[in-house]
């Protein structure tokens, strides 16, 4: 009976024992799970705009990060890089574990990196991650305005074909959209423009057919350029000048109703 009670003793205190070792093992593998993880040193996917605060002196840069169902973003970080050549150049970074397979991280969140600059940006660009520039020059504050395409300081608009592409580049319409110009002069511009829709046919007889998109867009020149401020298709003005009564009558007493095809 005496030497029953000891194995009944020893077995419980086994049983704890690998008890306790199992809990163990189960929590020190989800703390490895963590700490594997790796976290990269990454810039933005994209910047997102720019904007000043404080009178100035610090600068709001909106970029698109990593998200998903876990942690995927960790120390953001917006600091001033150099001021140089009237362009101040400011980094974006943070930490991230989207390059990891298993990290759920195939998603993406808006977020904002504030920039201390110490003293007013006045009229200097920013640069951002040495690729993304904006100017205050042409915007609207405290918004500053993203060199495109047509550069930082466009030429002024003009009646050009050169001028009519920058206006066509702004406006929000497919690629590859031709123009016809309608009317212009130093104020204002009228484009007729033209996408094919469908997909593309090869000879007449293969069966294959697409058709054409067509819109007319009313421009008005701004220091940045051509600006679109308004469409319409209606012959004439009567049309227009519900929307737009400023527009000259010479610019568009004599179009025609626009065939949307």
């Known amino acids: 009976m005496w030497q029953r009670g000891i194995?009944?003793?020893?077995?419980?205190?086994?049983?704890?024992?690998?008890?306790?070792?199992?809990s163990k093992t189960v929590e020190t593998a989800e703390?490895?799970?963590?700490?594997?993880?790796?976290?990269?040193?990454?810039?933005?996917?994209?910047?997102?705009?720019?904007?000043?605060?404080?009178g100035g002196r610090s600068l709001v840069v909106g970029a698109e990060v990593p998200d998903g169902a876990r942690d995927c973003v960790r120390s953001l970080r917006?600091?001033?890089?150099?001021?140089?050549?009237?362009?101040?150049?400011?980094?974006?970074?943070?930490?991230?574990?989207?390059?990891?397979?298993?990290?759920?991280?195939?998603?993406?969140?808006?977020?904002?990196?504030?920039?201390?600059?110490?003293?007013?940006?006045?009229?200097?660009?920013?640069?951002?991650?040495?690729?993304?520039?904006?100017?205050?020059?042409?915007?609207?504050?405290?918004?500053?305005?993203?060199?495109d395409e047509n550069g930082c300081d466009p030429p002024p608009p003009r009646c050009t074909s050169s001028s009519y592409?920058?206006?066509?580049?702004?406006t929000d319409i497919p690629k590859h959209t031709s123009w016809e110009e309608r009317g212009c002069d130093d104020t204002w511009l009228v484009l007729d423009l033209s996408t094919r829709m469908g997909p593309a046919c090869g000879h007449a007889g293969d069966g294959c057919s697409s058709s054409g998109g067509s819109q007319r867009w009313f421009y008005r020149a701004e220091t940045s350029g051509w600006r679109s401020v308004a469409t319409n298709g209606d012959a004439g003005?009567?049309?227009?000048?519900?929307?737009?009564?400023?527009?000259?009558?010479?610019?568009?007493?004599?179009?025609?109703?626009?065939?949307?095809g």
């Open 7 to 22: 194995r009944m003793v020893v077995l419980g205190a086994v049983l704890v024992i690998l008890a306790g070792c199992g």
């Open 31 to 54: 703390e490895a799970t963590d700490a594997d993880t790796a976290w990269t040193l990454a810039a933005p996917i994209r910047i997102d705009g720019v904007r000043t605060a404080d």
């Open 78 to 147: 917006g600091e001033l890089d150099t001021v140089e050549h009237r362009t101040v150049h400011v980094r974006v970074t943070y930490e991230t574990r989207s390059l990891d397979r298993d990290s759920g991280c195939t998603g993406t969140q808006r977020v904002e990196a504030t920039v201390k600059l110490g003293e007013p940006l006045s009229a200097r660009r920013v640069m951002v991650n040495s690729q993304d520039v904006y100017t205050p020059a042409g915007a609207t504050p405290p918004v500053l305005r993203h060199c």
């Open 165 to 170: 592409q920058q206006a066509v580049n702004d």
């Open 237 to 260: 003005c009567v049309g227009i000048h519900i929307v737009l009564p400023e527009l000259p009558v010479r610019l568009c007493a004599s179009l025609p109703r626009l065939d949307r």
